[in-house]
């Protein structure tokens, strides 16, 4: 009886400390002040009920009908909607694949973020011989492009080793939550050599897929230090860099190494920023069940 | 439960009762008789009587040494009766005997009743030998196979949904009811008692039963599994107690049973891969059907050395190849069972050569075709049987050249759930059992029209009257053997492929196993067949039963017309697969054909499964799939018309009547 009894506090204990946390205080914020390039957001994906049906009974029609909700702060330009492994003896598809158009992401203007309904129609087939039931399983295939814009605000400090500047404090390492994509920038870092009249800053942005699919090629487009642009590479497992990362199925990370020479002056505030675009897929894998 | 309450409150006392010290020495040896007499007669008498002390000595020390050897013997018979009778007094010990037992009189007589009746009882003493091992609540043991007992014997293995919900609700509810009385403390004696009816399935069939119904392939493993593991005397040995008595007295003879059990066990498990496993849903089998099924299984088997025999000679032959050499005594002894027993060459002479050349061909042959697998959806095969009622004629009584006018009647059953059209015709044939070993066809009652039934029907039944020849007398014993053969039968079968087109190699190394995963779990990359009489087994990819293909490689395809029936395939009039639209580049005979592309093997020599082989060729892929953006799945079909013969032996006997 003792352990049942402890058991079950615990999980009564566990679920009040939930509960609690999760409880915000606060007015509520306005959609105008609200920051959507936070976190990780993703488009989500949803079959409709009954498309397809759990089970599709022998020589009928049927449709399969995905819901796709852009939750990220980011429009999707070009997407594709792909079926692959259907058995087309059992399910014959009319199309596997369907492009998308634009889809937009979650701003000011449009806080929910766009819908858009993807339909495949199909006519099933017999099962084989004598059998009673035919199972199909197969892969949803959600592939698209979008992009993602980082910005943080560091300290300069190119005279390091002024001691009574009472300027801001550098931070050597920052992390952050995301930038409302499935691609974010995890980490900052913050390297400041002196060197001559000014020093050498070198920044070391991790970026990283956090998002449930995967990310297969990232591309740097810019980055700014204040206003000033900044010259920013990723480095390659074999040593050199390039303005592009190739992600693969072990290595969903890149680091992009940016560099400059800042003149001799007291610290100060500025903001750190820059542009990327990601290729990304979502799959999923379900079942068509073909039922006698 | 008051019954074995009474019992259960003795166990967990030590099992056998510590020996006495070996039986009492026996008495000294009495004292050599000193010679009378002293000094008297000088040196003479004194000699005299000297010799006599040291006779009588040297008398007296024999006398000592027989009664010490007789004493040491008794001792040690005494010391082996204690071990005996105490290591008995182990249940697990009980259990690994009678396991032993009960194994061997399966192997030697099948499953007659007794085999059976075994079963049951290990079945229960299981639960005693592991209450053993528990310190409280151990009666609790005993729930979970009464809640099996009632559920298989009472309702019969009931496994609907709707029936399972209520019932399984009620045990859960039952055990938690337990678990509460008792404050827990018949968890763990609850789930020990999932062990027994775990090893009563093993012991009766549930491998084979797997074999049969979702197909595990027959690794060396499995087949090891199969004929050489003895479960009960496997539990048996896992549960015997560390220390049977505080005072050592049958320790030695249980450890030894122990280290015994566990090297049979390690010998016979040695070096193999377990086989990929595919479950489905399966029906839950009687008791009798799983013991067939374990007799067919073992009939497919050859004849081989017990492995555990073969691992102790390769390890002092072969050390530096002690798996290769297993393999090759195996293999010797398969092939000289076939030559020697069944083929009754005598070894030594040129014929048994030929012969062992024969079959190791065979085997050859074997070990490079293409499998298949029985398709699991497919719950409703093409059957035929032939059954015997209650009022079958097996002993009649005959007046002296009396020609006996009964009939033998079988009633034919075909279950046709395809609907295929085909005929049976069906005959008898008489083989005396006397020392005359005679032989003639009976005649099926109503002519040559009578002996035949045409199926069209999901299920066809028709009774056949066997007599014996006009003008032949039964006497004695007889062997009758009704055959039925079919004709026109189509197997047919479906196999599933998935073309990738050209990908690099990380594509490959995410994907494939996401693939294999997705559409190929357990043996679904083989073709699969409905699991009728022969099944047609094909294949086609680079290698031939790799389910991925990829452009820029040659594709083989490759099939054969497998017997998983209990008869014999007896010819082939057509194949085809269905690939024509897809391979238009293919051999024409490697895609259909017929009776001339066929050969069909003497089945009466050869012992290893019946497998007709159809040709081989290679193809291209199809331009279609050159270039794919991810994968494409397709399922191709196959079938082959065939004939088979069936055949049912039954013992009779006429017996005459004293004048």
Known sequence: MRPIISIITLIIVLSLVLFITSCRGGTPQSVLDYNFKQGIAEVKMKFMDNAPPDKIYPLSKFKIILELDNQAAYDITTGKVSLAGIVGDYFLMEETEKELDPLQGRSMLNPSGDKVQVEFSGTSGQPFANAKEYRNNYYLLLKYSSKMDFGATVCIHPGLYDMYDSGCKTEKSKSFSGQGAPLAVTNLEQIIYPSGVGAEVEYRLLVKNRGKGKVTLVTFHGAKLGGEPLECEFRQEDGTTLTTAKFNEKKQEAMLICKTFLKDQSSYLTTLSADFSYDYVLEEKHTLNLVK | ?659
């Open chain 2, 1 to 659: 439960m008051g019954k074995f309450g009474g019992i259960l409150s003795s166990l967990g006392k030590s099992s056998g009762k510590g020996s006495t010290a070996a039986g009492k020495p026996a008495s000294s040896p009495s004292s050599s008789s000193a010679a009378s007499g002293g000094a008297s007669g000088g040196i003479g008498s004194w000699l005299k009587g000297a010799g006599g002390t040291a006779a009588g000595a040297v008398r007296g020390r024999a006398a000592a040494a027989a009664g010490a050897a007789q004493a040491a013997g008794t001792a040690v018979a005494y010391e082996a009766v204690e071990q005996v009778t105490g290591a008995a007094k182990s249940t697990s010990f009980i259990i690994v005997i009678l396991g032993i037992v009960q194994y061997l009189l399966r192997l030697w007589f099948g499953p007659i009743s007794i085999v059976y009746v075994f079963s049951l009882a290990l079945f229960v003493l299981s639960a005693y030998a592991l209450a053993a091992k528990l310190e409280k609540g151990k009666a609790a043991i005993l729930l979970p196979m009464l809640i099996f007992v009632v559920w298989y014997f009472i309702y019969g293995g009931n496994y609907e949904p709707t029936f399972l919900m209520y019932f399984v609700s009620i045990a859960i509810g039952i055990s938690l009811l337990f678990a509460l009385v008792s404050k827990g403390n018949s968890v763990k004696p609850e789930l020990y008692g999932l062990i027994p009816i775990v090893f009563l399935y093993l012991d009766i069939g549930l491998i084979p039963l797997l074999v049969e119904k979702m197909n595990f392939s027959i690794t060396p493993l499995l087949e090891s599994l199969i004929l050489y593991m003895p479960w009960w005397a496997f539990l048996g040995v896992m549960t015997l107690p560390t220390e049977s008595s505080k005072e050592g007295g049958a320790n030695f003879l249980i450890n030894v049973a122990r280290i015994g059990g566990i090297m049979y066990i390690v010998f016979v498990l040695v070096v193999v891969a377990v086989p990929d496993i595919g479950y489905a849903k399966s029906q839950l089998p009687g008791t009798a059907d799983f013991e067939a099924a374990q007799l067919r299984v073992k009939a497919q088997l050859p004849q081989k050395e017990n492995p555990a025999y073969s691992n102790l000679m390769c390890i002092f032959s072969e050390p530096t190849d002690t798996p290769g050499c297993v393999e090759r005594r195996q293999e010797a002894s398969e092939l000289k069972y076939i030559c020697e027993k069944l083929e009754k060459k005598e070894p030594g002479t040129n014929e048994y050569d030929s012969c062992l050349k024969e079959q190791k061909e065979e085997k050859e042959k074997e070990k490079l075709k293409v499998a298949g697998a029985s398709d699991s959806t497919i719950k409703e095969p093409t059957t035929a049987e032939f059954k015997f009622s209650q009022f079958f004629p097996k002993l009649t009584y005959a007046a002296p050249g009396e020609n006996l006018k009964v009939g033998y009647p079988t009633e034919l059953e075909v279950k046709n759930p395809r609907l295929q059209k085909f005929t049976v015709q069906v005959s008898c044939n008489f083989t005396s059992k006397g020392k005359d070993k005679e032989s003639f066809p009976g005649i099926i009652a109503g002519g040559e029209n009578e002996n035949t039934l045409s199926v069209n029907e999901m299920v066809e039944r028709n009774t056949f009257v066997c007599n014996p020849p006009d003008g032949k007398i039964l006497n004695g014993s007889y062997e009758l053997i009704y055959t039925a053969k079919i004709s026109n039968l189509i197997a047919a079968s479906r196999l599933g492929r998935v073309f990738i087109g050209k990908k690099d190699e990380k594509w490959k190394e995410e994907w494939i196993p996401k693939i294999l995963s997705a559409h190929f779990s357990g043996s679904t990359y083989l073709s699969q067949g409905a699991p009728d009489f022969a099944r047609l087994n094909f294949a086609l990819g680079n290698p031939a039963e790799n389910p991925i293909v990829e452009s820029g490689k040659k594709v083989v395809i490759t099939s054969n017309l497998e017997n998983v029936g209990g008869g014999k395939i007896t010819g082939v009039s057509s194949y085809h697969l269905g690939l024509e639209n897809y391979f238009s580049g293919a051999d024409t005979e490697c895609i259909q054909g017929d009776s001339s592309n066929v050969h069909i093997p003497d089945t009466a020599k050869s012992y290893v499964k019946e497998v007709i082989f159809f040709p081989t060729c290679t193809v291209d892929v199809p331009s279609v799939w050159e270039t794919v953006e991810d994968y494409v799945t397709a399922e191709f079909k196959a079938a082959a018309q065939y004939d088979y013969s069936l055949s049912k032996e039954v013992d009779i006997e006429v017996k005459e009547l004293p004048t």
